[in-house]
């Protein structure tokens, strides 16, 4: 439901965006420029002060961006992607994954779902992620197509580890931990979009999979 949600919101907004003029196309990602810094904002008020672990953000951010920028993530994607004309979709891209895949509808549905058979949040999450990626489609345009497969990826994998693994693993305190790091890409995100800070938000992607490895790592030592 959410893949397809995402793959008919953006194509909506595709077929939209050739009815719309520069000065409107501009506005538009200006609103999702504003849109990626106060959802930032509100993970990080939101998350941070419940953090069990106040400097695991910190390591995360760090780890991640050097990771990010020795891999060059965000200079071997957008080489790829200017070759199909879209110099800013990266971005967009960067930004949608984010909002798509952190925060707890997107974390805790797939959980849900595995374990008691509840498909109402991830039902929810698609409701938002249709909006959502119909303004996306409108402003970046078709390559925001490429976050339906990995939104696949990251939910069915959550699933099947809940399903056939453990479903403990998916904590309260992992949930946290993932968004207030999150909310702090998103906001990165928002900079770069409206053009504040040229800030690579696909190297600090690796960032993402320090609370994870972290928590496994938790799991083996008791």
């Known amino acids: 439901m959410n893949v397809a949600a995402i793959l008919s919101g953006t194509t909506l907004g595709c077929l939209l965006k050739h009815?719309?003029?520069?000065?409107?196309?501009?506005a538009l990602f200006d609103a999702m420029g504003l849109t990626a810094l106060g959802i930032g904002v509100q993970y990080i008020a939101t998350n941070l002060p419940h953090s069990h672990y106040p400097v695991l953000?910190?390591?995360s951010l760090a780890l991640g961006a050097v990771s990010?920028?020795?891999?060059?993530i965000?200079?071997?994607?957008?080489?790829v992607v200017a070759h199909f004309g879209a110099a800013r979709?990266?971005?967009?891209i960067a930004t949608g994954l984010l909002l798509y895949c952190i925060g707890a509808l997107s974390i805790v549905g797939p959980v849900m779902a595995a374990i008691k058979g509840d498909q109402t949040m991830l039902l929810t999450n698609a409701s938002l992620d249709f909006v959502t990626s119909i303004v996306f489609g409108a402003s970046f345009g078709w390559g925001m197509l490429v976050c339906a497969p990995v939104l696949f990826l990251w939910q069915g994998g959550i699933f099947l580890i809940a399903r056939y693994l453990s479903a403990?693993?998916?904590s309260?305190?992992?949930?946290?931990?993932?968004?207030?790091v999150g909310g702090f890409l998103i906001l990165a995100s928002g900079?770069?979009?409206l053009k504040i800070k040229a800030i690579k938000t696909l190297n600090l992607l690796p960032a993402l999979l320090i609370p994870i490895l972290f928590f496994i790592g938790q799991m083996l030592l008791k």
């Open 172 to 180: 309260g305190a992992l949930v946290t931990e993932l968004a207030a």
């Open 74 to 79: 965000d200079e071997r994607f957008n080489r």
């Open 191 to 193: 900079l770069s979009i």
């Open 68 to 72: 990010g920028t020795a891999l060059q």
């Open 57 to 59: 953000f910190i390591v």
């Open 19 to 26: 009815g719309l003029s520069q000065r409107y196309e501009q």
């Open 168 to 170: 403990s693993f998916f």
């Open 89 to 92: 979709v990266g971005r967009g």
